[in-house]
Nanobody, 115 residues
Framework: VQLVESGGGLVQPGGSLRLSCAAS????????MNWRRQGPGKERELVAT????????NYAESVKGRFTISRDNAKNTVYLQMNSLKPEDTAVYYC????WGRGYWGQGTQVTVSS
């Protein structure tokens, strides 16, 4: 199993970024996917989830209305569109899948929101 995130960077408050996570090593469309993040000095938190078919999503209250999770099962990729970014969104963002009783993680991508 391999999860590879990309798309992080430095953005000003109010800006947007789109994160991508390319998955391999499992039947992607059979499994829900998650985005999690860990800010400086904070616990890792769940940001968004999406079902295998992409028909249902859930979000942390802190990102509702600003972030959108989506997936392209033909490309084995899950996305996180982040709009209206705030400094408190600064974190390392991880793609995560729970497969066969254990969690798999990407290496993370840094998102920094600062003027």
């Amino acid at each position: 199993v391999q999860l590879v995130e990309s798309g992080g960077g430095l953005v000003q408050p109010g800006g947007s970024l789109r994160l991508s996570c390319a998955a391999s090593g499992f039947t992607f469309s059979n499994y829900g996917m998650n985005w999690r993040r860990q800010g400086p000095g904070k616990e890792r938190e769940l940001v968004a989830t999406i079902t295998g078919a992409g028909t249902s999503t859930n979000y942390a209250e802190s990102v509702k209305g600003r972030f959108t999770i989506s997936r392209d099962n033909a490309k084995n990729t899950v996305y996180l569109q982040m709009n209206s970014l705030k400094p408190e969104d600064t974190a390392v963002y991880y793609c995560n899948a729970n497969l066969w009783g254990r969690g798999y993680w990407g290496q993370g991508t840094q998102v920094t929101v600062s003027s």
